[in-house]
């Protein structure tokens, strides 16, 4: 089986979010309404992006975030490459309100130093997808 993943492939990112002690669910889904709304995440590069609160599992009742950038070359234009990120100074204008006036007051740590994990898309031959 050969695989295929790097350059030309989607890259997902998965953002975990802890709330704040006395936050309550309906305020951190109020603000993402407000942060869509304000179109903060209108980033070159990035396609796709959906909200997700856990219904099983480890993460019940918890939220994170998937965002769908359109390869590494897009999601390195905005973040850095992988061995040299760029400082939060060089972060997109948008994302620096979404991250320090929406987020922070909501969560139990810095939105720099939420649980995240980026993945890039691995596709195999005969993969539909692919």
């Known amino acids: ?6 350059y030309g492939t989607p890259i997902y990112a998965v953002h975990e979010y802890e709330l704040r002690e006395g936050v309550t669910p309906e305020a951190f889904e109020r603000a993402v309404a ?3 709304r304000r179109n903060l ?25 998937l965002w769908v ?9 905005l973040w850095g490459p992988l061995d040299n990120p760029y400082p939060k100074d060089k972060y997109p204008e948008s994302w620096k309100i979404w991250e320090d006036e929406i987020l922070a007051p909501l969560l139990d740590r810095d939105p720099d130093r939420i649980v995240y ?12 997808a692919g």
């Open 41 to 65: 995440f209108s980033l070159p590069g990035l396609v796709q992006f959906r909200f997700l609160k856990g219904i099983k599992g480890e993460r019940v009742g918890r939220y994170a975030a």
């Open 1 to 6: 089986m050969s695989q295929r993943g790097g």
């Open 117 to 128: 994990t980026d993945y890039v898309e691995l596709r195999f031959e005969g993969d539909e």
């Open 69 to 77: 950038f359109e390869n590494r070359e897009a999601w390195e234009r």
């Open 34 to 36: 407000q942060a869509i």
